[in-house]
């Protein structure tokens, strides 16, 4: 199929590409010339695992394109997807307002029957808005169809070719069926692709990533009560997890959440059903819990040093808002960096991928390191801010020859704080024995 790909961020640039993996021809879109003319170079402006490769085979393949021309790619395609930002507004809610000025740039290039696909995160009613928005520019015919991701960043390629399920929300039996074949070499192994009307797939994004954020702050709870009761939230999630009805995944305790889904969505869900006089009180809760979260491993350095860090310099290793991604946005590690720095401590910092990314938003705050162990040389404590698996079986000898002060605040819970006691450390994590 010939299909139309606007915006070139971390959704349209996956989505594009693994179209473009299983044999389509796409013209990735973008207004930023220079993020374009990189991409033609194989310049991948973020860090996906596979994601270079794949970009790189496929432009080779000349079945994956790069352009500004937006007429041309409009005109060439009979599926157009809408990538674009989808940012959170002052007051919580999307602000929709590169969505809607996309789909008016769509609707001036038509020349025929398109199908035009919400790829970005939107509130529900917003492919009537963009239906509005087509309807008042162009007199041609198109229909409107919402097909969320579930792209998690780290893992957004197998997310993509190998989903879970596939939702198609439209109002056309047809359009469905053209959507589902071109789908169909992503579900051989039997997942579902399920149709639905429009609404209903509108708001699917918003109660998975709700659901996912709500598993995050329950668990964070429990920690937090399990460090007060002296129980172990690893012994805890353990016997939770062991319930079918339960599971594992989303219940690891730890310093909050954040990236671009999670934090925008959780408010954005609220934002519209307060608008129709609703109030999301168990969302309400996670996102205040995910809030405070984020403050405490700052308070359990503050704490150790009776509130006095003055002159004290602390390494801090990982500052992605999780492992596998550059993406920095809402990531706990910002909050604790600030925290301290306002206490007057200073923080040497590594990160395998995002230190490029987070000098951008910290400038010369922060002293960044080349190496991880090169943020210990005379830190008065290691703070562990995202679980990279380089960090889980460091070598405790290099660090405890390096660090002044032998403490180590897990915020990941990456390491047995039994053993890490037993040689020689001060240990603090989340949920678990703290201390000595």
Not at 35 to 48: D, F, N, Q, S
Not at 266 to 283: G, M, P, Q, T
Not at 296 to 307: E, P
Not at 332 to 348: K, R, V, W, Y
Request: hydrophobic share 40%; glycine share 8%.
């Amino acid at each position: 199929m010939k299909i139309a790909v606007f915006g070139t961020g971390y959704v349209g640039l996956v989505v594009g590409t693994c179209f473009a993996e299983s044999g389509n021809h796409v013209a990735c879109v973008d207004v930023v010339e220079e993020k374009i003319e990189a991409l033609k170079k194989g310049i991948i402006p973020i860090y996906e695992p596979g994601l270079e490769e794949l970009v790189k085979r496929n432009v080779a393949e000349e079945r994956l394109t790069f352009t500004t021309d937006r007429d041309k790619a409009v005109k060439d395609a009979l599926i157009i997807f809408l990538a674009v930002g989808t940012p959170e507004d002052k007051d919580g809610s999307a602000d929709l307002q590169y969505v809607l000025a996309a789909a008016k740039d769509i609707a001036r290039a038509m020349n025929g029957y398109k199908i035009i696909v919400t790829k970005s995160t939107v509130p529900v009613g917003t492919a009537a808005k963009i239906r509005d928005a087509v309807k008042g520019v162009t007199d041609h015919q198109f229909d409107m169809v919402s097909n969320p991701e579930f792209l998690k960043e780290g893992t957004a390629l197998d997310d993509f070719l190998k989903p879970d399920r596939v939702v198609i929300g439209t109002d056309d039996v047809r359009v469905g069926e053209i959507m589902k074949e071109l789908y169909q070499p992503f579900v051989r192994t039997g997942k579902p692709i399920l149709c639905m009307d429009i609404p209903s797939a509108e708001l699917t994004k918003y109660a998975s990533n709700a659901m996912l954020a709500t598993r995050i702050s329950f668990m964070n709870e429990i920690a937090n009560l399990c460090e007060r009761l002296g129980a172990d939230v690893n012994r805890v999630r353990e016997g939770m997890g062991s319930d079918s009805r339960i599971g594992f995944p989303f219940l690891f305790p730890g310093i909050g959440y954040g990236g671009s889904c999670f934090p925008k969505d959780v408010k954005a869900i609220i934002r519209s059903a307060r608008e129709l006089n609703y109030d999301l009180k168990v969302l309400d809760s996670v996102e205040t819990v995910n809030a405070e979260q984020k403050k405490l491993l700052a308070k359990k350095v503050l704490d150790h040093y009776s509130g006095d860090v003055k002159g004290k310099t602390f390494a801090l290793w990982g500052l992605s808002f999780k492992p596998q991604t550059d993406d920095m946005r809402e990531a706990p590690s910002i909050e604790i960096i600030n925290t301290l720095i306002d206490a007057g401590a200073s923080i040497n910092a590594f990160d395998p991928k995002s230190i490029s990314v987070a000098r951008s938003q910290l400038g010369d705050k922060v002293n960044f390191c080349e190496k991880n162990y090169d943020a210990l040389n005379d830190a008065d404590g290691l703070i562990i801010a995202t679980e990279w698996n380089e960090f889980r079986h460091p070598d405790f000898e290099e660090i405890r020859k390096r660090l002044k002060d032998l403490v180590i605040f897990d915020g990941r819970n990456i390491y047995n704080g039994d053993k890490v006691r037993a040689l020689g450390f001060t240990y603090y994590g989340i949920g678990v024995k703290q201390g000595k």
